[in-house]
């Protein structure tokens, strides 16, 4: 049971990334999946989460209409595209599981992080 998360780099302000989450050992398609991030001397913050019905989307608000979660099953993958990407975006992504299952949680925060995630730079 794995999630890794891979897609990150550098990128200059107002630029995009996708970030793939990727699992092996099980099927995504019956939970709930998300990403989490954290900047260096900052706490933990949960970015965004998708549920096993592509309906069951959550952001947070600093990212909400910026970022686009998403999921391929066939794949075993879900995904997180990052536009308009501005400094405060530089962190630490990590895949994330959902302590409900296939349901995102009520609080976003609830969100639990796997794997080394992947480092996202944001800078001119």
């Known amino acids: 049971f794995q999630l890794q998360a891979s897609g990150g780099g550098l990128v200059q302000p107002g630029g995009s990334l996708r970030l793939s989450c990727a699992g092996s050992?099980?099927?995504?398609?019956?939970?709930?999946i998300g990403w989490t991030r954290q900047a260096p001397g900052k706490e933990r913050e949960a970015v965004s989460c998708i549920g096993s019905s592509v309906l069951n989307k959550v952001y947070a608000d600093s990212v909400k209409g910026r970022f686009t979660i998403s999921r391929d099953d066939a794949k075993n993958t879900v995904y997180l595209q990052m536009n308009d990407m501005q400094v405060e975006d530089t962190a630490v992504y990590y895949c994330?599981?959902?302590?409900?299952?296939?349901?995102?949680?009520?609080?976003?925060?609830?969100?639990?992080?796997w794997g080394q995630g992947t480092l996202v730079t944001v800078s001119s």
């Open positions: 994330a599981t959902s302590p409900e299952g296939s349901w995102c949680p009520k609080a976003l925060n609830d969100l639990n992080p």
């Open positions: 050992g099980f099927s995504l398609e019956y939970y709930a």
